[in-house]
């Protein structure tokens, strides 16, 4: 694959606007967040993805998640509306202090503040930290914080966040396709594809990667 063809994208474009026509958001927050990303370039999961993690989450009954890169809130809405029980809580974690303060209104706005909590700061300070005091709590971690190289880094405590039986889920996993660019070496694409082998080569957790939008993978933690 050349790197103009990977630019494109890693699905056909004319598949890309049949799903964008086909799976559309009928909740009103995520819609207004959804035209002001495509306004001003904030780079949410968008409808296919939130509905792809949102259909993966009920089911499943989760209480506790954990956010790595929050930006506007429009994926934390998607999550916080899949938790249930009494004890309800999702954490989610922004560097950016006007994200943060928009993030904080839209969670009001949705309706979902009550049980949202933002951790204003640098992934790499806090998760160790809150990690370490929060082991085995989660039921769903999501990462997708902006600076892709921080994944690798980040993997270890993400796993350790986890309960048996929660899930992992990262976005931007194929990386708009670069990972299987060989000659791509940037630090981003190497990044990804290293967390990529972290996740395919841990006996506790049962992994895929769904090739939607940029790549979603989801695993699942088997065992401790
Ligand atoms: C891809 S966006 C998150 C999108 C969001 N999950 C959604 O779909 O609605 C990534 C976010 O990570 C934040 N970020 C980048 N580096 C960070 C860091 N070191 N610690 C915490 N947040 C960071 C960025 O400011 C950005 O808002």
Not at 46 to 58: C, D, H, N
Not at 82 to 100: C, M, S, W, Y
Not at 165 to 184: M, P, Q, R, S
């Amino acid at each position: 694959m050349s790197i103009q063809e990977y630019q494109k994208g890693i699905v056909n474009e004319k598949v890309e606007s049949y799903l964008s026509d086909l799976i559309h958001s009928s909740d009103p927050v995520l819609l207004e967040l959804e035209k002001d990303a495509s306004k001003r370039h904030v780079p949410i999961i968008g409808p296919q993805v939130a509905r792809t993690i949102s259909i993966l989450l009920k089911p499943a009954r989760p209480e506790r998640a954990l956010e790595i890169g929050t930006a506007t809130g429009y994926s934390g809405i998607c999550i916080a509306r899949a938790l249930q029980g009494k004890g309800k809580k999702l954490t989610t974690i922004e560097t950016d202090p006007n994200r943060v303060k928009e993030a904080r209104r839209n969670f009001q706005k949705a309706s979902v503040s009550d049980y949202v909590e933002i951790l204003e700061g640098d992934a790499r300070e806090i998760v160790p930290y809150f990690v370490n005091k929060n082991k085995g709590k989660f039921d769903v971690v999501f990462l997708d914080v902006g600076d892709k190289t921080l994944y690798v880094e980040l993997f270890k405590y993400c796993i350790s966040a986890l309960r048996v039986g929660g899930f992992l889920i990262a976005d931007n996993t194929l990386w708009n396709g670069a990972v299987a660019v060989e000659k791509d070496t940037s630090p981003e694409t190497s990044a990804i594809r290293k967390f990529n082998q972290l996740v395919f080569s841990d006996k506790r957790l049962d992994a895929a990667i769904i090739p939607l939008r940029d790549g979603l993978t989801v695993a699942l933690k088997i065992e401790e």
